[in-house]
């Protein structure tokens, strides 16, 4: 169902000045915070309840539940902002970023007012140097205005924000590789328990995670009230939310939709969002939520873009990424391509993903090279159900971030449902190696 | 070898500052000396160790994890070019050999002029403006065959003046002022933030 619910997150996304701090200000910016700091921190943190705002970075856990894990009474307390988007198909972040900068930052103090954060660390992806720009006149205009620093606006409430960034490692965004990141080390991810960020995170202490998307609807929920937002949407996901379409279609784009009700048919057909299939060709297979996330093909197009029923129907919606491709597609070479980026990635702490992800690609790249053999598709799903064992969803883990499982999703994808293109390449191969002219009478033996 | 300027010790310094605890600025400052010399040479790394309290040995085990960081020059022009599956499904790949034949070099090489060094890169988020490239981390959306060899005479005859040298991110620095600075938080601060125990809740 497309309904014309309003844009919360890219409402200034038109506007030619949308991210500076005049053009913010125009459009009612900072008048959250004002509202926040006569409503107390606690009023705050119970509307972001209300709101059943869900995590936008790719597990979607709900954000006020996520604040209240942080144990009582454990001093300081850190807020960390996850900027390092870079799952594949992912376009969101990025854009809030670069702009509408001021919201961010905006959402950033509420966090930080509610949770009772003195200091919260902005980390911004390595590779997008316009959205770090942005950000540090933000928070200098930010600072300049009295917003961000000793206290803001005259109240009791102080906290300074620090812009930190990235150089390049898809891993980072798992927030305990984030936080490795930011004490300046290599971004390996920590073993949970016990180190989970709420309770033992930025030098061991409780310190939030939250991507930018997520922090980018906390003005809007303080202004408009928790209830507002949690009117939007289904039961289990609230408000809206980004989409970005891309692969296949006549029209890729990053659209705000009503979270929950609206379908991915809607999303990929609509003449206001992707618009179709390229040539109107047939949809061949889309992934519904970034490079992680299972394949869904034309059985699943109508069900809606909501959280509980895309987990139940055996993927995820991640990090707002819908990848199509139209009956064109190699499968192999796709599933060839999302498998390299992970086996690329992996930071090889954890024995199954190093060298699993690495196998995985090796196998399908021979496969797709002509050299498969009859033998790799069931060691593919070997290899597989060592990494993640049963290859069921959700995934189990034999590894302590979800990175290794990550690969094995196209696998699973791509083999369950086009297996015949996966044999047909290596009945080729096989064909092949057969014809080849052997000259029996120079070959010697060396026993 | 060049260690961090002056101008830069005091960049440094002040990034330093920022942050709980000194070693945490290591990220942001080998982007400061990735920028005053387009690659990480060993010195600045033995500098930068000074700067903030650790061994060389931990800059380069740091700096040596992430893909931004090159121990080596590379070209005037860092061309990446995302093959990743949005990239791949519009021609990511098509366009990445095509780059081979235009440059004359493979994914990891550098022109003998010095100018180009090409990468085979993951995805840069700009999914739906695939295929998409980053010269020195700047945007070129829905880029064509023709449209690339255009980028790259631009480049060669220096008309991108809006693309800085291999090293420069953001041209803009953040800079908190004295006056407006509420001060780090350390993780051995452990009062309870004012506007807290102000707020007198007890759940809290």
């Known amino acids: ?447 | 070898m060049a260690r961090l300027t002056n101008d830069n010790v005091e960049l440094a310094r002040e990034i330093i500052g920022r942050y709980p605890r000194p070693k945490s600025a290591l990220i942001p400052l080998l982007h400061l000396a990735q920028e005053q010399d387009g690659y990480l040479t060993d010195d600045a790394m033995a500098h930068i160790g000074e700067l903030v309290g650790v061994s060389s040995a931990e800059v380069l085990g740091t700096a040596s994890f992430y893909e931004m960081f090159k121990m080596e020059p590379v070209g005037r022009y860092m061309v990446n070019i995302c093959t990743n599956i949005s990239c791949q499904l519009r021609g990511g790949e098509e366009l990445l050999a095509h780059a081979e034949k235009t440059l004359g070099i493979r994914p990891g090489q550098t022109t003998s002029d010095g100018l180009f060094t090409l990468e085979d890169v993951e995805c840069i988020a700009a999914c739906t403006e695939a295929p998409c490239l980053q010269v020195n981390y700047r945007y070129e959306h829905r880029i064509s065959n023709e449209g690339f060899d255009q980028l790259v005479n631009d480049l060669r005859a220096g008309r991108r003046t809006d693309v800085p040298a291999h090293g420069v991110l953001a041209e803009v620095r953040q800079h908190i002022p004295e006056d407006r600075r509420a001060g780090v938080v350390t993780p051995e601060d452990k009062d309870v933030p004012v506007w807290i125990s102000a707020a007198g809740e007890s759940n809290r």
């Open chain 1, 1 to 447: 169902m497309i309904t014309d619910a309003p844009r919360i997150i890219t409402s200034r996304f038109d506007n030619a000045d949308s991210f500076t701090l005049s053009g913010y200000e125009a459009t009612g910016g900072y008048q959250a915070l004002r509202k926040a700091l006569g409503m107390g921190p606690a009023a705050v943190a119970d509307e972001v309840k209300t709101a059943t705002l869900l995590g936008r970075g790719g597990a979607g856990f709900p954000a006020g539940v996520k604040w209240g894990l942080a144990p009582e009474n454990v001093w300081p307390r850190y807020l960390v902002v996850n900027g390092d988007e870079s799952e594949p198909g992912t376009y969101k972040d990025r854009l809030l970023m670069e702009r509408d900068p001021h919201q961010l930052i905006e959402g950033v103090l509420l966090a930080c007012y509610a949770i009772g954060c003195g200091q919260a660390f902005l980390y911004v992806r390595g590779e997008m140097p316009l959205a770090q720009e942005r950000i540090a006149a933000a928070l200098n205009d930010a600072y300049a205005a009295g917003y961000i620093g000793k206290n803001i606006l005259g109240s009791n409430f102080s906290v300074d924000i620090v812009l930190s960034w990235g150089a390049g490692a898809y891993i980072v965004g798992e927030e305990t590789a984030l936080i490795e990141s930011l004490e300046g080390n290599r971004g390996m991810p920590r073993l949970k328990p016990p180190f989970f960020p709420a309770a033992k995170g930025l030098y061991m202490q409780p310190t939030i995670v939250n991507n930018v998307e997520t922090l980018s609807n906390l003005p809007w929920i303080v202004t408009n009230g928790g209830e507002a937002f949690a009117a939007l949407g289904a039961e289990t996901s609230r408000g809206t939310r980004m989409f970005a379409v891309s692969g296949h279609v006549k029209n890729p784009g990053v659209f705000e939709v009503e979270y929950g009700v609206t379908t991915f048919r809607d999303l990929i057909y609509a003449p206001q969002y992707a618009g179709g299939i390229l040539g109107d060709r047939a949809l061949k297979a889309y992934i519904p939520g970034g490079a992680s996330a299972p394949w869904f093909f034309e059985e699943h197009l109508d069900l809606p873009l909501e959280k509980v029923t895309v987990d139940r129907a055996g993927s995820m919606l991640g990090s707002g990424a819908v990848v199509v491709m139209d009956e064109t597609t190699d499968a192999v070479k796709a599933c060839l391509r999302v498998v390299r980026f992970f086996a690329r990635e992996s930071c090889g702490k954890c024995a199954p993903c190093r060298e699993g992800t690495t196998w995985l690609e090796k196998i399908l790249q021979r496969i797709q090279d002509g050299y498969g053999r009859p033998s790799d598709l069931d060691l593919l799903m070997d290899v597989s159900d060592n990494i993640s064992p049963g290859i069921a969803w959700p995934p189990k883990q034999t590894t302590i971030c979800p990175l290794g499982p990550s690969a094995v999703s196209p696998i699973a994808s791509a083999l369950q449902r086009f297996r015949p293109e996966f044999e047909a390449r290596i009945a080729q191969a096989e064909e092949a190696r057969h014809s080849v002219p052997v000259n029996i009478s120079k070959v010697s033996s060396h026993g």
